[in-house]
């Protein structure tokens, strides 16, 4: 009998046997951590320098969304070409979608281009996912948007202290509202944990669950389309392929939205470091 179709290498993300088959007596290779490690390009796990392949879609990704907008604003026109008006329905629906909705005109323009950085270079990461020989979500690493998710909060509690100072950004993160009598105290160690602790916590793990998710259903049907071309399994590969192709069309559509999330989520923290105490 044939030996479980698991690579002996665990850091691939498709491991299993080309000639691995169901009926043949080989395991089903189900994904699992393994297909999210990948090994090193340059270095090692133990020296400083570590480049790997999550590393490379995320600097693939940045020149690429840096090239786009270079090349469709490098020298703008009155009346835009093709390039130039796709650049300016984002950038615009970002500013006026987004930004001027929850922050309001006068506020968030200052915020408009970090925003859209972020809408940009999240919806990149996210879209490596379903670009062959890629085919990795960069967000499915909680690195990534655990550090985009650090920057929204750095700046968030230092607008909050240099609108309110330090009494009026204590009140801001605790709820502080003395009508709650004897509970405030509670609800203030209550708000004080969300604000602080949870809302940065959540805000970077709602991106990495579902790309990571949506990466290990589609790695799942594609993996068992292959696993079932075996006799009476060839129908249930039909069925999973076609799974593939639903997953990734349903991808598309959760890749834009978790990015949209992330900067409305991005918004509405700044509003509410701007926004007076009451």
Request: glycine share 8%.
């Amino acid at each position: 009998m044939k030996e479980p179709a698991v690579s002996a290498d665990p850091t691939q993300v498709l491991a299993f046997e080309t000639d691995c088959h169901i009926f043949d007596g080989c395991g089903f290779p189900a994904p699992g951590l393994h297909s999210f490690l990948f090994e090193p390009l340059v270095g090692d796990a133990d020296s400083s320098v570590y480049f790997n392949k999550t590393m490379l879609l995320a600097l693939l990704g940045s020149v690429i969304v840096v090239g786009f907008f270079w090349a469709a604003f490098r020298k703008p026109k009155v009346v835009p070409g093709k390039l130039q008006m796709v650049a300016e329905a984002g950038y615009d629906f970002i500013r006026r979608g987004v930004v001027y909705e929850t922050i309001g005109k006068k506020e968030g323009e200052k915020y408009v281009p970090l925003v859209v950085s972020l809408f940009f270079f999240i919806w990149m990461m996210n879209l490596w996912s379903i670009i062959p020989v890629a085919q990795f979500p960069v967000t499915s690493i909680i690195a990534y948007p655990a550090v985009l998710a650090l920057i929204v909060y750095i700046l968030w509690v230092s607008l909050t202290f240099k609108r309110h100072g330090f009494v009026g950004a204590f009140k801001n993160f605790t709820g502080y509202d003395k009508s709650l009598g004897p509970v405030l105290p509670l609800a203030m160690f209550i708000e004080f944990l969300s604000n602080l602790l949870v809302r940065p916590f959540t805000h970077a793990v709602r991106l990495f669950a579902n790309m990571f998710a949506g990466h290990t259903l589609l790695l799942l049907f594609t993996i068992a389309s292959w696993y079932l071309l075996n006799g009476i399994g060839i129908a249930y590969a039909g069925v999973s392929f076609i799974m593939v192709l639903v997953m990734t069309a349903f991808e598309l559509f959760i890749q834009a939205l978790q990015a949209y999330v992330f900067v409305l989520l991005t918004c509405t923290f700044i509003q509410g470091a701007l926004a007076e105490h009451h």
